[in-house]
């Protein structure tokens, strides 16, 4: 169930080079991602670790200052882009983007995926 919901966003998401559901400890649990020769070189358990405290800390504010639970974060650099849509207490959905991506369909598929694997995590 899980990696068929990856796949599912991994095919409708133009300029993706990985999807992945992560713990909120960083561990990845399931992950699609491009053949390597297909795709920019990136540390793929840093950007694991790191964007889940990223998430984890922004959510932390968030509550500080009265926004409530975060769902998701975008992160958009020069060369990628990253959403993060937070799935229930203990996990997030990730897409690594080109930065030529589509962030708009991207976007809709997180939070699609994230809604059906409520049930399943």
Do not use: W
Not at 31 to 58: G, H, W
């Amino acid at each position: 169930m899980l990696i068929t919901v990856l796949e599912e966003l991994f095919e409708r998401t133009d300029g993706v080079i990985m999807v992945s559901i992560l713990g909120m400890d960083g561990l990845p649990i399931e992950r699609v991602i491009r053949p390597k020769e297909e795709c920019p070189v990136f540390e793929e358990e840093l950007l694991s670790a790191e964007y889940s405290t990223l998430f984890k800390n922004v959510a932390s504010t968030n509550v500080d200052i009265g926004l409530k639970d975060t769902r998701e974060v975008i992160v958009a650099t020069d060369e990628a882009m990253v959403v993060i849509n937070r799935i229930n207490e203990d996990f997030l959905v990730v897409s690594l983007l080109s930065a030529e991506g589509n962030l708009g369909r991207a976007r809709y598929e997180n939070r699609k995926a994230a809604i059906k694997l409520q049930g399943h995590l």
